[in-house]
């Protein structure tokens, strides 16, 4: 369990503090002031800082690495997070966090510069889905290695 969810309306890190279901045990993730965009699983965070540089880090605050190019959009099972490359002209991209490894969703700024945002973390984790040019993307995370 864990407070508060992916919905925080005033930009409060989500899942800041979870509670072990079985012991009772609540642990708080470490929060710096200034992040933005903070999301947290179950062993890790992933957030912004002020300047919107992303980074990844242990819940406990320890072995903190930046992210590449943007702002983290959502976490799934402290694996998986999507991103946006627009800079490198790639759209909105799946990264996996311990390789580093990404794969482009197929999702590019419109002509108005805007992009629909994909949120893995969403339900129970284990799938990413979008609508794409009249297809619908499923994507099964348990299957990528």
Not at 87 to 94: I, S, T
Request: net charge neutral.
């Amino acid at each position: 369990m864990g407070t508060p969810g992916d919905y925080t309306p005033s930009g409060e890190a989500g899942y800041e503090e979870i509670v072990n279901a079985e012991t009772g045990e609540t642990r708080k993730a470490v929060v710096r002031a200034g992040e933005i965009r903070v999301r947290c699983g179950v062993l890790i965070c992933v957030g912004a800082r002020a300047n919107w540089t992303a980074f990844l880090r242990l819940r406990d605050g320890t072995q903190e690495r930046d992210l590449p190019e943007a702002p983290p959009f959502g976490l799934a099972g402290d694996r998986f997070m999507t991103a946006h490359f627009d800079k490198a002209g790639r759209g909105q991209v799946l990264l996996v966090l311990a390789t580093g490894r990404f794969g482009s969703l197929g999702i590019r700024p419109g002509d108005d510069g805007g992009m629909r945002v994909i949120y893995p973390g969403m339900g129970d984790g284990r799938l990413v889905h979008y609508p794409l040019k009249g297809e619908n993307v499923i994507i099964g995370l348990s299957k990528i290695t």
